[in-house]
């Protein structure tokens, strides 16, 4: 039992690093929506986006050929623009979140006891308690309902990432 919970105990401690080290990653981010974001309208458009990632290039020389893959694979056209949000993730999965859902499915797993891939309210309850956040089923059943938008009583890894790394 004690090596299980030395493992727990582990993964908490890598966990909380990773998550400090992703809210850093989006408070960067940020400063480049801020930053480009010209017209001040909480929106990127195209040529914002793409002023942006030729920018991102000079200070990210190393990641030259994500930025321009990028860069032509996402359009957006006249009618839309990216929010913060959706700019923040978008910078987020293109170049940070393989090492975090390593990690993060490592602690997944620690807590899928029947191994199905999925966490059910009372799994996702147990996760939020050895974390110290002293929280109900109920509760745990209204985060699914509101926030993930579902009610079949199970969290898949996606879903558990999204919460793990909730700024």
């Known amino acids: ?7 727990y105990d582990q993964k908490k401690k ?12 989006f408070g960067e981010f940020d400063q480049l929506f ?9 929106l990127l458009n195209e040529e914002e ?4 990632l030729e920018h991102y290039i000079l200070l990210k020389p190393e990641q030259a050929d994500k930025i321009n893959e990028m860069k032509n694979e996402i359009k957006i056209d006249s009618d839309s623009a990216l929010t913060q949000d959706e700019f923040r ?13 390593e ?5 997944f797993k620690i807590f899928d006891k029947n191994g199905e891939a999925e966490l059910s309210t ?3 309850m147990h996760v939020f308690n050895k974390l110290g956040l002293n929280i ?16 079949n009583g199970c969290l898949d890894f996606e879903d558990f990432v999204k919460i793990m790394i909730a700024k």
Request: glycine share 2%; proline share 0%; charged share 30%.
């Open 1 to 7: 039992m004690g090596n299980s919970n030395e493992t």
């Open 34 to 42: 801020l930053r480009y974001d010209f017209d001040k309208d909480g």
């Open 49 to 52: 986006f793409i002023t942006l």
């Open 122 to 124: 009372v799994e996702v």
């Open 89 to 101: 993730r978008l910078m987020y999965n293109c170049f940070e979140s393989k090492e975090v859902s």
């Open 14 to 25: 890598s966990l909380e690093l990773e998550k400090s080290n992703t809210n850093a990653k």
């Open 136 to 151: 109900t089923l109920e509760d745990v059943e209204q985060l699914f309902e509101e926030v993930l938008h579902t009610k």
């Open 103 to 107: 990690n993060i499915m490592e602690v």
